[in-house]
Nanobody
Framework: QVQLVESGGGLVQTRGSLRLSCAASGQTFSSYTVAWFRQAPGKEREFVAGMPRGGGRAVYADSAKGRFTSSRDNAKKMAYLQLNSLTPEDTAVYYC???????????????????WGQGTQVTVSS
């Protein structure tokens, strides 16, 4: 079992940046695949980025490539999502999710992740 708490959201102008954090508690964080999802009002929750356990290469949604960077610090039990060049279309609640059942791969389906944080709101003004 792992508990996840996101932070770092807020209001930012177009082309601004934010750094989201996900603090984990519980069992060994390094054994978890960690992913970021987001959900905008009236839309489905969508995959943004993910990092496999064991330090493999991060995977990004097309909308995130070149603008967002995910990272993790297993010793601190932390995951991060750096958001750059933000646009109003990035406005959403951002969630951290984790799973031990995925091996060394990242799955983009939200149903693959049994553990979720409460989310942090990111609002980008035009």
């Amino acid at each position: 079992q792992v508990q996840l708490v996101e932070s770092g959201g807020g209001l930012v102008q177009t082309r601004g940046s934010l750094r989201l954090s996900c603090a984990a508690s519980g069992q060994t964080f390094s054994s978890y695949t960690v992913a970021w999802f987001r959900q905008a009002p009236g839309k489905e929750r969508e995959f943004v980025a993910g990092m496999p356990r064991g330090g493999g290469r991060a995977v990004y949604a097309d909308s995130a490539k070149g603008r967002f960077t995910s990272s993790r610090d297993n010793a601190k039990k932390m995951a991060y999502l750096q958001l750059n060049s933000l646009t109003p279309e990035d406005t959403a609640v951002y969630y951290c999710a984790a799973s031990t059942r995925l091996g060394a791969v990242v799955v983009t389906s939200r149903t693959a992740y049994p553990f979720w944080g409460q989310g942090t709101q990111v609002t980008v003004s035009s």
